[in-house]
């Protein structure tokens, strides 16, 4: 069975920054590509951030340049470190893995910037 189990969440006030964290474990191979996703409140879940084995990254626009996607192929861990961080950053932010075109997700980590 594969999990993949997201830390990092949290309240932080707006400027601040935080540091998503993602680990796939169980029967999960050939994973080529890991990402982020968001859904805020009455909102459809958007992509954030992706990142793939061959070192592309792709980011929303709304985050360029305050946040950076990373991560480890071999150990099947990906990162998201978020900075300058705004109101309109609050959601649950999800993991995603993708291998031989099948996509797993996390359960989320709620993150709320607020004063």
């Known amino acids: 069975q594969v999990q993949l189990v997201e830390s990092g969440g949290g309240l932080v006030q707006p400027g601040g920054s935080l540091k998503l964290s993602c680990a796939a474990s169980g029967s999960i191979f050939g994973v080529n590509a890991m990402g982020w996703y968001r859904q805020a409140p009455g909102k459809q879940r958007e992509l954030v951030a992706t990142f793939t084995s061959g070192h592309s990254t792709v980011y929303t626009d709304s985050v360029k340049g305050r946040f950076t996607i990373s991560g480890d192929f071999a150990k099947n861990t990906v990162y998201l470190q978020m900075n300058s961080l705004k109101p309109e950053d609050t959601a649950v932010y999800y993991c995603?893995?993708?291998?031989?075109?099948?996509?797993?997700w996390g359960k989320g980590t709620l993150v709320t910037v607020s004063s």
């Open positions: 995603k893995a993708r291998a031989y075109g099948l996509g797993y």
